[in-house]
């Protein structure tokens, strides 16, 4: 164990929130729009796969950084 001071970047930390939050809410409004597809289609499964896929995308690249694994992210 080190006791040596470790610097923070709050740049970088407010960036992260920052884009964490923005893909917090366009999850919510993704989940409002399905909702709404999936009550009103008597059968909705093709129609909501664009949306499976791109929040699946946002999960993936936001919060598990899997940009990050192959070397094209900025994480």
Request: a neutral charge; aromatic letters at 8%; hydrophobic letters at 50%.
């Amino acid at each position: 164990m080190t006791t040596e001071a470790m610097t923070v970047d709050r740049e970088g930390f407010k960036r992260a929130a920052r884009k964490g939050v923005t893909a917090a809410a366009l999850l919510s409004v993704l989940t409002i729009i399905e909702y709404s597809i999936a009550i009103g289609l008597p059968n909705p499964l093709l129609p909501l796969i664009p949306f499976v896929v791109v929040k699946g995308w946002i999960i993936l690249d936001t919060f598990m950084h899997v940009r990050a694994v192959f070397g094209d992210g900025d994480h």
